[in-house]
């Protein structure tokens, strides 16, 4: 069974529009939320991050938004740049450094 | 400072022969874990270690499967008598507090 999915395969947003990634889980022992950016022949780059104490964490032009009771997060990318181009994965574990369970990815094109 | 590092980038095998990959952690980082990555998916955990000590080892596929940490910093991922399904990429990550940086992973292609 898939315990975090990412029910959108693919995005298509405009440069310097706001793109929204959506990321849902269903186990509810996970306590902590994590988003990676991944290039092709690259490795996953760590974005962004956020516990289950917390529904929103921002780091420039990333925000994470959770929402337990409804078990679903969300990337928010305001403005969106081509560079921002890339398949984005979102990834859940049932604490801090424990091991990570990825949903199947997001690609996201930014069209100038 | 260096990131995660793993070698080779690139392997071809031929089915039933062993491979050994390789991975040489971010300096200092206690824990390395272990993911395989099949062609369209998300990462799938395969082991984790703690220093030396492997301790969980839940997501290896199958005892053709074996990874190693001898001193806790450089890790080891056997897969003996290699078959199709193996075919993947496979990523290593050392987690420093409370984040997986991951290296850029070794392709696997098992002909």
């Known amino acids: 069974d898939q315990q975090v999915k990412q029910n959108s395969p693919s995005l298509s947003v405009q440069e310097g529009r706001i793109s929204i990634l959506n990321c849902d889980y269903t186990?509810?022992?996970?306590?902590?939320f994590l988003w990676y950016k991944k290039y092709p022949a690259e490795g996953p780059t760590f974005l962004i991050s956020i516990s289950s104490i917390k529904d929103k964490n921002e780091d420039g032009r990333f925000t994470v938004f959770l929402n337990k009771s409804a078990k679903h997060l969300s990337l928010h990318i305001v403005p969106s740049q081509p560079g921002d181009s890339a398949v984005y994965f979102c990834?859940?574990?049932?604490?801090?450094?424990?091991?990570?369970?990825f949903g199947a990815g997001t690609i996201l094109r930014v069209k100038s | 400072g260096a990131g995660v590092s793993q070698s080779p980038r690139y392997k071809v095998a031929k089915r039933g022969q062993d491979v050994a990959l390789r991975c040489d952690p971010i300096s200092g980082h206690v824990s390395l874990f272990w993911y395989q990555q099949a062609l369209g998916q998300g990462p799938e955990f395969l082991t984790y270690f703690q220093n030396e000590a492997q301790l969980d080892k839940s997501g290896l596929p199958s005892d053709r499967f074996f990874a190693e940490r001898p001193e806790g910093s450089v890790s080891t991922l056997k897969i003996q008598r290699t078959q199709q399904e193996d075919s993947a990429v496979y990523l290593c990550?050392?987690?420093?507090?409370?984040?997986?940086?991951f290296g850029p992973g070794t392709r696997l292609l098992v002909l």
């Open positions: 990834a859940a574990s049932g604490g801090y450094g424990n091991k990570l369970v």
């Open positions: 186990n509810s022992m996970f306590d902590y």
């Open positions: 990550a050392s987690r420093g507090w409370e984040t997986q940086y």
